[in-house]
Nanobody, 123 residues
Framework: QVQLVESGGGLVQAGGSLRLSCVVS????????MGWFRQAPGKEREFVAA????????YYSPSVRGRFTITRDNARNTVYLQMNSLKPEDTAVYYC????????????????WGQGTQVTVSS
């Protein structure tokens, strides 16, 4: 089993920045990819970014590419999402996720999920 705990959400003005953190515990050796997703009220969960647990490969949604950066610190078992140039449409609950054998944007293929952290961007 893998446990994921997100933090770092909050309220920020448009154009501002936030950094989300996801601490990973449990069977980290089973992880292939870490991902970030978000879900706004009344909308489906949306892929944001993914990173391989080993290696440097990253993958972004077109809506955040160039503004968000996903990184990981294996020594700390932590994955980060640096969010810059935030827009009101980035407002959502952000979820950290882990996949054992998948690298992509489909939430159904991720095996573990955190509880989510709220990000609100005011205009």
């Amino acid at each position: 089993q893998v446990q994921l705990v997100e933090s770092g959400g909050g309220l920020v003005q448009a154009g501002g920045s936030l950094r989300l953190s996801c601490v990973v515990s449990g069977s980290t050796s089973s992880i292939y990819v870490m991902g970030w997703f978000r879900q706004a009220p009344g909308k489906e969960r949306e892929f944001v970014a993914a990173i391989r647990w080993s290696g440097i490969s990253t993958y972004y949604s077109p809506s955040v590419r160039g503004r968000f950066t996903i990184t990981r610190d294996n020594a700390r078992n932590t994955v980060y999402l640096q969010m810059n140039s935030l827009k009101p449409e980035d407002t959502a609950v952000y979820y950290c996720s882990a996949a054992r054998d998948y690298y992509g944007e489909h939430a159904r293929n991720y095996d573990y999920w955190g509880q989510g952290t709220q990000v609100t961007v005011s205009s």
